[in-house]
């Protein structure tokens, strides 16, 4: 099992960045493809982006896509969302999600492991 805490979140402004951060304690955190997924308030939670076990893979939904970069980094046991651009719409919890030997899912129900969640809120 591998144990994520994420950090970052804040009130920020329409138009502004953030970069979240997960870090991962436990397991070998380089064997797990990592995730972020979202949800806003009385909406199911929705998947934000992936990468792979080494990094080289990424994925992005549709509505992130040119706005947000995930990256990891194994050595430091921590995986990033730069977030550019932000919209009102991003607003929600943010969870970062570990799959053991995965390949980057979109499907949330693919990763074993989850954070408890950092907060953005995006101001009009």
């Known amino acids: 099992q591998v144990y994520l805490v994420e950090s970052g979140g804040r009130l920020v402004q329409t138009g502004g960045s953030l970069r979240l951060s997960c870090a991962a304690s436990g397991r070998t955190f380089s064997n797990y493809a990592m995730g972020w997924f979202r949800q806003a308030p009385g909406k199911e939670r929705e998947f934000v982006a992936a990468?792979?076990?080494?990094?080289?893979?990424?994925y992005y939904a549709d509505s992130v896509k040119g706005r947000c970069t995930i990256a990891r980094d194994n050595a430091k046991m921590t995986v990033y969302l730069q977030m550019n651009s932000l919209k009102p719409e991003d607003t929600a919890g943010y969870y970062c999600?570990?799959?053991?030997w995965g390949s980057g899912s979109q499907r949330g129900s693919e990763y074993e492991n989850w954070g408890q969640g950092t907060q953005v809120t995006v101001s009009s």
């Open positions: 990468v792979s076990t080494t990094g080289h893979s990424t």
């Open positions: 999600a570990a799959d053991l």
